[in-house]
């Protein structure tokens, strides 16, 4: 795993941070800062917090780029199988849960009561001879 390698996709693609940005905010040289992308210098648990600040998101993330990259590519043109569809399935188990059954509940209580609301709106209405 190269983690210098990681580091300059996601400047490169996802943030679109120049190396001189980075190394300003890292309080090094260009040159510094070219090496740790270029894979020349080790990088220390701190400096990877420190980019990972930068960049905002965790350090995890940066040592796991490529592998969650390419899983995702894989997971979307695998060539087969699903041939790149997502089939995303919401409805769990077709059971409802309580807390689902309870907003349903909640949900015609008041639409009822917004249909009686105008009933009564409109007998005013047409009690006071005011057309609608």
Do not use: W
């Not at 919401?90 to 059954?101: C, F, L, R």
Request: hydrophobic share 30%; with cysteine.
């Amino acid at each position: 795993m190269k983690v210098g390698d990681n580091i300059r996709e996601i400047r490169e693609t996802e943030k679109n941070f120049k190396r001189s940005y980075m190394a300003d905010r890292l309080n090094i040289s260009e040159r510094a800062y070219g090496n740790i992308e270029n894979n020349v210098t080790d990088i220390s648990l701190t400096r990877l917090e420190e980019i990972a600040s930068i960049f905002e998101c965790s350090p995890e993330y940066i040592l796991n780029y490529k592998q969650s990259k390419k899983e995702f590519y894989n997971y979307f043109h695998n060539k087969s199988g699903n041939k790149g569809t997502n089939i995303m399935h919401q409805g769990g188990t077709g059971i409802e849960s309580e807390s689902n059954k309870k907003i349903l509940r909640l949900q015609e209580e008041l639409l009822e009561s917004e249909r009686k609301r105008i009933s009564l709106l409109e007998a005013l209405l047409k009690n006071n001879n005011i057309e609608f």
